[in-house]
């Protein structure tokens, strides 16, 4: 039984990579910058002990903070400070003023810009609201108008 589990998300995992590589004309993170919860997913780990881990069509982290740090942090860095190690450049969210409107990261989680792919896809209109709400209001950003899992459906 627990085999067949871990095969199973080894199997979803792959495919969950596939569906983001696929998203569109999008550069694939370096593998040492790679989510870290897909990373650990493509060896053929089992779920983490906090009970994270990617389904086929949906991240399973509940927060904001554990998606960011799940989803986002392989490419904009844990301190949201970005990089632009190697031959990618991913930028800052730390400090980001472009987050002052929560349309504007509402749309690139969803549907991706340039080299970031659409991860919103596979979340919940309750998970994209999360982690945009998050970003917005950590890392030295201070925007308290919440973003709304309604708003985050509408802009699918
Ligand atoms: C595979 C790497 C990757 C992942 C994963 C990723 N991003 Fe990005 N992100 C990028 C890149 C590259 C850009 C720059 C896009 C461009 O050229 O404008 C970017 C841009 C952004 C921007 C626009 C910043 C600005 O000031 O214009 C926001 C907001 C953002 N990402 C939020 C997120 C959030 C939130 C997550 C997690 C839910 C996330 N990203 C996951 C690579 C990634």
Not at 92 to 114: E, F, I, K
Request: glycine fraction near 10%; proline fraction near 7%.
């Amino acid at each position: 039984m627990k085999m067949t589990h871990a095969l199973l998300a080894a199997a979803t995992a792959t495919l969950a990579l596939a569906t983001l590589n696929n998203a569109g004309p999008v550069h694939a993170a370096p593998a040492h910058l790679a989510p870290s919860g897909l990373m650990s997913l493509r060896s053929g780990a089992a779920p983490d002990a906090d009970g994270a881990f990617a389904t086929l069509v949906q991240f399973s982290e509940p927060t904001g903070e554990k998606l960011y740090r799940r989803v986002c942090a392989g490419c904009h860095m844990p301190d949201a400070k970005g990089t632009t190690q190697g031959a990618g450049f991913y930028p800052a969210l730390a400090g980001d003023q472009n987050l002052a409107a929560p349309g504007y990261p509402l749309m690139v989680v969803l549907h991706g810009r340039h080299g970031m792919p659409a991860v919103g896809q596979m979340m919940s209109d309750e998970q994209v609201a999360a982690v945009v709400n998050y970003v917005r209001t950590n890392f030295g950003n201070a925007y308290k108008d919440k973003v709304t899992p309604e708003e985050a459906k509408a802009a699918r």
